[in-house]
């Protein structure tokens, strides 16, 4: 987030797209209500009738995935309009021509035709937005979890930049992060391409630096990003795997494949609190404590550094995962130091990384510390780019609409999307030992307009047979008028009818995220 | 601007209220239905001060403070006031043998103020007419009718806060209650369980089932929950080394301003799990056997240099976790480029 959690109560406008936040992100949706209630005016465009719609001034129940059709001409009628922040794009950024240019064709009744948005909503929104100064952007998977999810994101940019919403309180652009520590996960540096601290593996001095501070040779090649080593395994070129506190085979898309590349590796570590799916491939299953059993720090979605604190013992012979990871590196031959506490290892990722050199454990109060933190008295960064975009000049990023990778055809006409409720988390390897979850949504569903139902003679509450290209599963369909007709969703949460059996695993051009949000299937009577 | 409290002459802000000043300038004014996240709405009447010019007392919560107004905080009027309310709360409250409000587990405010500022006549103990939904199943959430003060708070942030207005003040008279739409269980509610009704209630009439009867801890952890990308800190509550409650520390102090959700308060039944995992396994003729850490170790470290010394250090991956410490993830990817030399190092949540 280029802003912070605390001043969306603050904003005049809230733009969300391709975010459930309500469900995904409840407390950050109080901050938005709280918003609503003071006035602000509250734009959803999302395929379905989410509950923040019952409380915005415009939903935009746009097809899935046709998001850059409606973004365009979004730019469309701010430039025809000329509701551009000229003195923002003269100062602050570069190549807008290339969008302007790339937009000219993007008409409201053109994206209509496309994502089924009426024209004039479009240009009313496209008008709020503009000339609306703390107008927020707050988007989440919806917007990544498609094969155009960087040009989706180049393209809120670009609506950002053109009407000058960075370095605004309660404006900016803010992917909300799905996970607890996504962000710090990302700090840390584990990501094939950084080092902590977002320093490239592929620069010669950021390796140097770390060469000399970790006293090893590094690789100067850049490794494989998470969706091309699934892959990799079942092409043999990754044969053998640490997983460290993901169930790996119920999360990543298009299950089977993933089943017949654990097959073909040769050596599979796993380190969970739980038991998991991908332990069935498993040759050493390692025991770790959860995040009430141990010392650390999660960065949250607002770059705000917060301390973990031990409450309770391990069960039995768990440990730590930082423990466990420091027994094992030594096992392997490397001399990694003997840290007595994890603030010692933050303190080593600190010193080797300028954006939280200023942070550590003992500085950590209770409303955290946002990074960019550079020094021991900084006091923390709560708006981002205040004064003008943190790299000198932002550059305007031109995108055109394209489909998405798998569309409905006549054998598997539904457009299924895929998602996580308010009741349950991902793997739900947590949630599904909660009594409250169970007893809310004990097992999987798809929702589906009723239009579709009766097309295929199914009511609500009736067990059917969901179909992708991929694989088959069971669920109960719930009737909703959320949906859109033609489109169904399905939660992620459920292991024993594994909604990623359908899912495809084609991925971003750029960043290979798969497209979780879109793939073609049909329902049939179980 | 200045407003006049008990003879002292206060700076304050339009739009202030006269509790909002007393309390800035350390004076000590007690509340039932006052909640920061909440609009006032005076419902209470403990915060009753004179207001010079105004024949009754007036609530401070809902009174604004104006440029000369002259506020009398304490005094014989507003203690015999409190006294009187207090003894009318208490007829209509369980109370214990001593005759005072009783303690569940968790706090309770109108005791305290009882102990603070005594009570007037001794009145008759009323018989209880308020409702409870005794077929409520939800899981979550604990409704005693004995200890509820009717002042609202909960049916008010589950209005203003949550904005779902799964429960509201239903029937009339003695017999109000705070109830659903027909009084269904909360399961079949627009509820969604945060518990923000348990947060804001200040006598202890809503609890959490899970822990009804265990006292909270006298000295919680502070943490931050381990479910989504907003950081909610998160108060844990210990008891006999077992996690027995999460609560949020108090609003205005964290990022999630007094709040939780569902899972932030209520999903942590997996940590005590018995199927938590509590022993390293080796898989041995197809089968994963319980072993010693040095062994799994060993196994884990041969089996992997293994692959590289036949493969190379590019034919290992390393999965990190969003859901593991900063540090836990540092040390993965130290773990990946120093100790193997491969960049083949990354998160779960790569979106």
Redesign the interface.
Known sequence: MTNS??EIRDADMLFVIGSNTSE?????A??M??AV?RGAKLVVADPRAIWLTK?ADHHLQLKPGTDVALLTAMAHVIIGEDLVDREFVTKHTENFEAVRDAVRDATPEWAESITGVPADDIRAVARLYATTKKAGIYYT?GI??HTH?TDNVYCLANLVLMTGHLGVRSAGMNP??????????????????F??GYQR?SDPAARAR?EAA??????P???????V?MK??GQG??????????D?LL?EPNTSKMEEGLNKV??V?VQ????TET?RF???????A?????????????R??????????P????????EI?????R????P?PHYTA?RE??A??AALSDKFAGITHERIG???LQWPCPTPDHPGTVTLHEDGPLKGKATFMPAFYRPSEELPDDAYPLVLSTGRT??H?NAA???L?????L??QPENFVEMHRYDARKRGLHDGQRVRVASRRGEIEAVVAVSPRMRPGCVWMPLHFPDQLTNRLTNDAGDVV???AEYKVCAVEVRAG | MKVIIDGEAVDFELGETVLEVAQRVGRSIPTLCHEKRLDPVGACRMCLVEVQGQRRLQPSCTWKATEGAVITTQSQRIDTHRQVLLSMYVADHAVDDQGLPKQRGVGNQLRDQVLEYGTGPQLPQLPLRRAVREHDANPYIHFDAEACVLCAACVRYCDEVEAVNAIALVERGGRTTIGTADQQGLLDSSCELCGGCIAVCPTGAMTERPSLGIPPAPEPIRSTCNFCGVGCQVDLHVTDGRLTRVTSPPPGTTVNDGNLCVKGRFASEFVHHPDRLQTPMVRRNGVLEPTTWEDALQTAAKGLLGVKRRHGADALGFVSSSRCTGEENYLMQKLARAAFGTNNCHQCAAT
């Open positions: 959690i605390p995904a992100h409840p407390i950050i109080m901050e209500k709280r209630r409380i998977l990544t979890e999810g909300l992060r799905g996970q607890n520590n996504v962000q710090g996960a990302n700090d840390a540096g584990a990501s094939p391409v080092y902590p593996v770390f970790w006293g090893a040779p590094l690789s090649d850049e490794g494989m990003n998470l969706n080593m990799a395994m070129k990754i044969r053998g795997l640490y997983v460290m506190g993901e790996i999360s040769e050596f570590v969970d609190i739980l038991p332990m498993a040759d050493v299953v390692l025991p770790a959860c995040f009430v059993e141990k010392d650390g720090v999660f960065t949250n979605s607002d705000r550094v917060q301390r973990v604190r031990k409450a309770v013992e069960p039995g012979e768990a440990k730590a995962d930082w990871l420091c027994d094992l590196a096992a392997v031959g490397y990694m994890p290892v933050y080593e990722m209770a409303m955290g308010l009741y988390y390897t947590q949630t030992r909660a009594k409250g979850a007893a809310k960043t290979s995220t």
